[in-house]
């Protein structure tokens, strides 16, 4: 079955780095777009970055363009989210996560989430 499976969080102080990586199982990863979410204590759950099948082209929410880089590594089934200058709002839950189409409708996947969380 499908899993993601991510790794990487932890306390870090403001303006410190991080790498995510989420490793993908269950299905053929290089078929599809992957993507980053993340979600705040009583906030919802937002979109951070997107990155094509390929790998090609990828996409930034505003808050984080030119901090974060996502990639991946189709031979590893894996993804990843490199975050430099991190700030205290930064600080959430951050989940995997990738969407699929049949004829029957669309199917959202996640992951479990690994939690950010940027403080002095």
């Known amino acids: 079955q499908v899993q993601l499976v991510e790794s990487g969080g932890g306390l870090v102080q403001p303006g410190g780095s991080l790498r995510l990586s989420c490793a993908a199982s269950g299905f053929t990863f290089s078929s599809y777009a992957m993507n980053w979410y993340r979600q705040a204590p009583g906030k919802e759950r937002d979109l951070v970055a997107t990155i094509t099948s390929t790998g090609g082209n990828t996409n930034y929410a505003d808050s984080v363009q030119g901090r974060f880089t996502i990639s991946r590594d189709n031979t590893k089934n894996t993804v990843y989210l490199q975050m430099n200058s991190l700030k205290p709002e930064d600080t959430a839950v951050y989940y995997c996560?990738?969407?699929?189409?049949?004829?029957?409708?669309?199917?959202?996947?996640w992951g479990q989430g690994t939690q950010v969380t940027v403080s002095s």
């Open positions: 996560h990738f969407s699929r189409r049949d004829y029957r409708g669309r199917y959202d996947y």
